[in-house]
Structure formats: structure tokens, C-alpha cells
């Protein structure tokens, strides 16, 4: 594996955890109940409108805005948006995120047990010669 690869994979691992880095709850409730007077939808109960915004608010700020402009231009039917409706606009790009990460992690470790195999080889080597 070339140096400058093992060299960049931290920075490329820790971007690829900053770009899935949950939104802001309280911007998302606030713009759910900003489109639901816009629209003159009801909010839902509590715990139904707690649970759309701790969903939502697991997806990444730039995803969560690119799914309410979505929703904003295009939702057509006559009750408020859901989960769902939202997660539509963005489902390849968070998949392609997510399986970004986990293609470096899996990098990493493997790596990693490179590095652990190497180190007790050689403290291996180095008891044997003792």
C-alpha cells in the first residue's frame, strides 16, 4: 500500500464521519412548523412530531436541506410531510455516505491488523533470538 494512502487515510476517515454528522433538531422543527403554517397542515401529536425530528435529525445538516427544499417545491398532497416523504430526496446520497465510511473503516482495520501482525512477528522473532 503506498505510503501517501496509509498517510491520508485518517484525515479521509474522519472526513467521511464529518460529512454523516447529525443536523440541528431544533432547525428541523422549525422549519416542519414553519411548511405546516405555510401550508395550513395540523403538527402532529408530541411524541409523533419528537420521533419525525430525532429521525430527521440523525441525517446530515446539508442532506436534511436538500430534502426539505425537495419537499418545498414538490410535496403535492394534502397533509404534512412524514419521514418517508423526506428521506426519498436524499436516500442514495446517504446510502453512498454511509458506504463510503464503512469502506474505509473497513481500510483501516485492515491495515491495522497489518500493523498488529508485523509487531508480534517480529516480537516473536525478537523472543527467539534472545
Do not use: H, N
Amino acid at each position: 500500500m503506498p505510503a501517501e494512502i496509509v498517510d491520508r487515510l485518517p484525515a479521509a476517515v474522519a472526513q467521511a464521519r464529518s460529512d454523516l454528522a447529525p443536523g440541528d433538531a431544533g432547525e428541523i422543527l422549525a422549519a416542519l412548523t414553519t411548511l405546516a403554517s405555510r401550508r395550513g397542515f395540523p403538527l402532529p401529536d408530541d411524541i409523533a412530531l419528537e420521533m419525525d425530528v430525532e429521525v430527521m435529525a440523525g441525517w446530515p445538516r446539508d442532506l436534511w436541506r436538500k430534502a426539505f427544499r425537495a419537499v418545498w417545491e414538490q410535496f403535492a398532497y394534502r397533509r404534512l410531510p412524514e419521514v418517508a416523504d423526506f428521506r426519498k430526496y436524499i436516500a442514495a446520497d446517504l446510502e453512498e455516505r454511509r458506504s463510503r465510511l464503512d469502506r474505509l473503516e473497513s481500510l483501516r482495520l485492515k491495515l491495522e491488523t497489518v500493523r498488529l501482525k508485523r509487531q508480534w512477528d517480529e516480537e516473536t522473532r525478537a523472543r527467539r533470538c534472545r
